[in-house]
Every structure is written in structure tokens, then in C-alpha cells.
């Protein structure tokens, strides 16, 4: 438990966790805030025990460039590598927006929890950000039907189609399965913080129809889609067609979550995602370090509880909050005062009590 003032970097110390565990960050979406300003790089160094096993991952962070990192001190050839040795699940203040916000809060949330389950996530997820950079800036360049009539373009155009197809069909069956174990887990977790309320449900939203999860199939619709949607695009120059415009629909009763959720049930919700994913990485192997960054202080008594108790049997949790008071009072936890260095170079001395 990692007490201290508003502002001494205790999300700093759970943001450092999370990013070695995804190599993103809850809070923004720019490596560059997470470097000091004035430093040229930040430096994350961890050591995972996983079955006993120790190993070392160090990470360097540059600001547009790539990262570096390192597995037991030895150089590896992508930052990709890292992933997946820290399990890790975080629950934040930032949640709110997997309700509450954009429909890619909610596509972060799959593919984060995709990643940490299935490292090789993570490659798909960088081709097809790829695919759909160069997509994108190819119908740009045909934007407004100028080059409709262009043979070219549209043969290239319809290689890329192709790439968007395959790396787009990966990534919707990861997410597709993913929601499907998903589900029930929610259910479970939204009855546990708030019993006798109504039923919360998810379920994935695609631009395309999805019948049985197949590969394939999922190829084949996308570019039948892309196809019949080929003049929508080159007039807008933006690709209208995968899983970057999908979403992940939550729902409370018969309603949508977004929009209709008290501020309460929204936390809620957000805490019953946080919790299903916490409940599917433990069922395969190796409890997740459980991360709770400030969570207690926005909940009420029951959900307090229940979050305590999920914590409970957890194998190890690190909790933030600027007051000890607002951390349930019979954990047997080891507290941490944040506090700041004498020599006032800025840095957080950790002052065990
Ligand atoms: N890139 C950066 N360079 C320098 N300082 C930064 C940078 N990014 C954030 N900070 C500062 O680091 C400090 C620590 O922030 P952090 O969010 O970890 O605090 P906290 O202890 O979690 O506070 P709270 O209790 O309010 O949540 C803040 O004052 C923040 O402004
Ligand atoms: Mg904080």
C-alpha cells in the first residue's frame, strides 16, 4: 500500500507496472509524457517472479523512437518481447472512460487483455495499425474522387485491402473469443458489486456481420464490406471498413451502459471489467499482480467490500491513496509512505513504516 500526498508520483510507480506489463499507459496516449521533462529517456527495470522463476525485464523509454529493452539483462530484439511477463491487471480513476468514453477506450481494453493473455497479440495488433496508417494515407491522397478513375491507385488500393482483411480478421477473432470468455465473467462481477441490480452484459459490435468465428468467413465479409463501401471511402479518405471502428457494447438491464448509467453503476461496470479480466488471467496459470490506483476513495461501502475481497484472495496487490483511511482498515498490508527526497531533486523516496 503506497500512501502519500496528492501528486508525489504514486500512479507514476503503478503507470511504470502497467507499461511493463502492455507497454502502454492507463493515462495518455504518447510515450513522451512519460519521460521527466528535461530527462532523454525514462528507465523501467523489473523483476517478475512467475513460478519461482525470476527474470528481469528492463525497459528504455525514448520518446519517438522505439523502445529498448532487456530480458534478464540481455538485449532483445523488440520491446514486443517483454509482454506478457508481468501479468497485470490495473483498475484506475482513467476506468470511468471504458464507460464513459470513445468507443477506442473500450477496443484498449480488449486488445491490452489480449496481449497480456496472448503476447503474439501484440505483433498483430502493430501490422494492422500499420496496414491502416498506409490505407489511410493512400485514400488521402485520393480524397474527393480525383483519382477515382486512376488504375494505380486502385489496384493498389486493392492490396491493401487485402493486408486490411487478413491482420484485421486476426484481430477481430482475438477480440470476438475474447468477449465470448469475457461475458459470463462480467455477469458474475457486476452482481458481486452490486447485488439484486440489474444484469450487466457485453457483447462486441463489429461494422461487419459476424456469424460463427471463423477466420476466414471474418476475411471474406471485411472485404465484401470494403468493397461495397469503396466510394464512401475515397470521397472521405478515411477507412471506414475493421476492427478500428468497432466497439465493445456494455449494457445494464436492456439499456446501454453509455449514456444511461448513474455515475455509480458506470464505476461499477468499469470495476466488473477490470475484475473479469483479473478472473481470466487467474484461471490460466499464475495470479496477476493486482494494481487498484486510487480506486477505494471513489467507492461506496458495498462495492468497497467487494473489491476488498476480490483483493483478498489475490496472490498480490499494490494499492494507491493519498489517505490511509480510505483503504479498508483490517488489511494486513505493508505501507509504504511516499515521501519527497531532502535534496529536492524531485524524486520519490519510498519510506517504509
Ligand atoms: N513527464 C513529466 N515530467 C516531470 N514531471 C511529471 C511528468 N509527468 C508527470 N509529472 C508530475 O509527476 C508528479 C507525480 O504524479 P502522480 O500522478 O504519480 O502523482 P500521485 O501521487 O498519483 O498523485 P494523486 O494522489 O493526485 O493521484 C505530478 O506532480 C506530475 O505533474
Ligand atoms: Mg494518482
Not at 502519500?4 to 511493463?20: D, R
Not at 513522451?32 to 529517456?41: E, F, M, Q
Not at 475515397?234 to 476492427?243: F, S, T
Not at 480510505?326 to 520519490?348: F, N
Request: hydrophobic share 45%.
Amino acid at each position: 500500500m503506497f500512501v502519500g500526498p496528492n501528486g508525489y508520483g504514486k500512479t507514476n510507480l503503478v503507470e511504470a507496472l502497467w507499461y511493463s506489463s502492455t507497454l502502454s499507459s492507463h493515462r495518455v496516449a504518447t510515450d513522451a509524457p512519460l519521460v521527466r521533462i528535461g530527462a532523454p529517456r525514462a528507465v523501467v527495470s523489473t523483476i517478475v517472479v512467475n513460478d519461482g522463476r525470476e527474470c528481469a525485464v528492463d525497459l528504455e523509454i525514448t520518446s519517438g523512437r522505439a523502445n529498448k529493452a532487456r530480458l534478464n539483462r540481455s538485449p532483445v530484439r523488440s520491446a514486443r518481447e517483454v509482454v506478457g511477463v508481468l501479468r497485470a491487471v490495473l483498475f484506475a480513476p482513467e476506468d470511468l472512460a471504458l464507460v464513459r468514453g470513445d468507443p477506442a477506450d473500450r477496443r484498449r481494453y480488449l486488445d491490452d487483455l489480449a496481449t497480456v493473455r496472448r503476447p503474439r497479440i501484440a505483433a498483430v495488433r502493430a501490422d494492422y495499425d500499420k496496414v491502416l496508417r498506409q490505407r489511410t494515407a493512400l485514400l488521402k491522397t485520393a480524397t474527393g474522387g480525383r483519382m477515382r478513375g486512376d488504375r494505380g491507385v486502385l489496384d493498389t488500393l486493392d492490396v491493401w485491402d487485402g493486408h486490411l482483411a487478413t491482420h484485421g480478421a486476426e484481430l477481430m477473432a482475438a477480440r470476438i473469443e475474447l468477449v465470448n470468455e469475457l461475458a459470463p465473467e462480467v455477469v458474475k462481477a457486476y452482481s458481486l458489486l452490486a447485488p439484486g441490480s440489474r444484469t450487466a452484459s457485453i457483447g462486441y459490435r463489429a461494422s461487419i456481420d459476424i456469424g460463427v468465428l471463423d477466420i476466414e468467413l471474418l476475411q471474406a465479409a471485411l472485404l465484401a464490406e470494403m468493397a461495397r463501401r469503396r466510394d464512401a471511402e475515397l470521397e472521405r479518405g478515411v477507412c471506414l471498413v475493421g476492427p478500428h471502428r468497432d466497439d465493445l457494447e456494455l449494457r445494464l438491464g436492456d439499456q446501454p451502459a453509455k449514456g444511461f448509467a448513474s455515475h455509480g453503476e458506470s464505476w461499477s461496470m468499469a470495476l466488473a471489467l477490470r475484475l473479469a479480466a483479473y478472473e481470466l488471467l487467474r484461471a490460466e496459470g499464475g495470479d496477476p499482480v493486482l494494481l487498484l490506483d486510487d480506486v477505494f476513495a471513489e467507492l461506496d461501502a458495498a462495492r468497497r467490500q467487494a473489491l476488498a475481497a476480490a483483493a483478498a484472495s489475490a496472490e498480490q496487490v499494490l494499492v494507491t491513496a493519498a489517505v490511509a483511511d480510505d483503504v479498508p482498515r483490517d488489511w494486513d498490508a505493508t505501507q509504504v509512505m511516499i515521501a519527497l527526497r531532502e535534496d529536492d531533486s524531485g524524486r520519490v523516496s519510498a519510506v517504509q513504516t
